[in-house]
């Protein structure tokens, strides 16, 4: 039996009514595997003995202590018990909040086990977090031994700390768990092969599950987590490795290197587009556009993340693909986040590849009926060879004639199942089905670790450099009482003919009232700032009908500036644009500023980017310190991989844009960034495991196999 399969309620653990069944549903928890996986995130030690006088070098101290004196502090329902104690190494003060009762147990000149947080405070070594109970067999205070003699309370053992939710204590979870361990752990079964557990000294996995919540020594704990960590990875990138090779069979997978290498010289179509230019390729979009050809023109379907920097020309590259698979006789699809967005590329693509005879439409949600109907009537007969869009370009009813290529712009927006939905309309194309090429594109630079799992079958192209004659944008802090100065420059700025964009976290104003909001600053911009300048203000609330127009208006130059919530942080290309004034920029996350800041600098002008922070909220909280850390990141740092990575560092790889909200990891113990070492090597065997045999049939390898039934799909690694 393998743990997934563990689907039993977990009422059929001993103990558990109805009220912790609710709690439990609440945290997410529906069966006793599910509840075997709540991982503890972090563990107290109390096996070791750690006297008072140790308490800085240690989280906690366990010890047992003699009672000294009682102390009361307060007045009235506020009066507070104080117990001094000592144990052989110091006097310390038990400070009972909420505990009176204390005073009968912790009875002056008693001895007790005692754990506790300490830290010094008044001149005392004091805690306020402790537990305590009574030492049965007295007199053993003088010399403290080495380690604690096991007890109910957990002296003398190594306890798993749980995160808790509503409902939910750690009593109760240490019980359950417990309880449900030695009612289920016996018979599962391994899920590793048995010459991996074999070679790295792993555990067995029903071991290997009860240490991790209740170790017999920190070594065992050790093993434990080890065994789990590698576990997850495995999986992680036996997942990818089976994606991979359903594009590339076993046995061809370094396509590239074999000598039927395609040469991925420019098709006639892609020429007349690039002599049709005012500019010529960068050498990055000239290196990615070669890739792309090749694997085009290669004998397996192209599945290729395309990154580069904001503002890098990425869009150029897809259209040069998108020329490619309709020379062909294919049709291309190219996917954008939102409408504006999708928008934006349907009239930079309309100008470019119309007059190359490319036939394009433009298909989202919003479409009525009375244009949707004979515009799928047209990509189904062939008569659309480009379509852009929203999502909407893989709804149920959409049919393709023969599809060639997909684009996805900022991939990291989109959700998980979209990839399989996007394969499946190749596989669904009315002429010569198959699966499409698929090309991502992403100005989120994935780091290294994570372009291993998450996006491990998929090639790589990066697009180093920005166009020629771009002037990197000078970027100011500024603190909200000087705002007075930065509208003075963005207005000369103004005059001179350019335009900005305001930036506001909120778009109405809060209850709470001390974040600017977008709706108020457009009043106040266009009335008191910049009366002389028409200025537009748009939202995600707004309907599209309007932000189509206000876009429009801004990108004509009618509108000079333009009051936004981050609506614009992704794709939205105004080369006349030289001013981006951020407000309240310590509560935007470091990939959200670094994309609005490309926003501008897309033209020959000198751009600017001001932050604006307010380091006082209501609480004088206003500036955190991670906060700080982004505003100093944002202003010593403009290369994209670099800010990643610092984003990275400041948030941990779950947070990872895109990676958190789309579900790409659902990793409960293992972390790739912490772990990159494992992650490796599991990758290695994975990929060594497929490779020697697809099927998982070998003996050893029938339990990943067994594993593999039972997972749902997609439900840990997507796109
Ligand atoms: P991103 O990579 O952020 O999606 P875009 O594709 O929006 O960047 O390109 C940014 C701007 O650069 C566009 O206005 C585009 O026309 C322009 N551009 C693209 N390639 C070049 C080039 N080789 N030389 C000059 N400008 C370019
Ligand atoms: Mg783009």
Redesign the pocket.
Known sequence: MFLRELTASPDHIKGAGPATIRALARAGITSVGGLLCRYPRDWEDRSVTVPLADFRRHPSVCTVVRVLAHDWFGFGRMKTLKVYVEDASARAVLVCFNRPFLEKQLTVGKQFRLWGRFFYKYGEIQSTMFEVEPLENAGAAETLPETVAESSRGFGRILPVYPLSAGLTQGLLRKLIRTALSQYAAPLEDELPAAIIRRDGLLPKARALRAIHFPASMEELDLARKTLIYEELFYLEVLVGRRAMERRPAGNSDAAASPTRASGTPAPLQRRLLER??????PG?EEAAAEINRDMDGPFPMARLLQ??????????SFLAALRAIEAGGQAALMAPTELLARQHAE?AAALLEPLGVRIAFLTGNIKAAGRTPLLKSLAAGDVDMVVGTHALFSRDVVYRSLKLVVV?EQHRFGVTQRQAIMEKGHSSLVSPGMPDLLM?S?TPIPRTLALTVFGDLDVSV?RG?????KPVKTHLARESNEGKVYDFVGRELAAGRQAYFVYPLIEAADSGDLKDAESMAERLATTVFPQYKTALVHSRLDEEEKRKTMEAFRRGEVKALVATSVVEV?V?V?NASCMVIEHAERFGLSALHQLR?RVG?GAEQSYCFLVYSDEGPDGDGLTETGKTRLRVMLENSDGFVIAEEDLKLRGPGQITGIEQSGYLALGIADPVRDAGELARARADAFAMLEADPGLLAPDHRCVAGVLERVPPFSQVVM
Not at 277 to 282: A, D, G, Q, R, V
Not at 308 to 317: N, R
Not at 466 to 470: A, E, F, I, T, W
């Open positions: 230019l005012p500019f010529t390729l960068t979009q580069g920097d904001v503002g890098s020309g990425k869009t150029l590259v930079n712009d594109m100005a697009i920005l166009p020629p004659g771009r794709g290309d080369p490309g897309r």
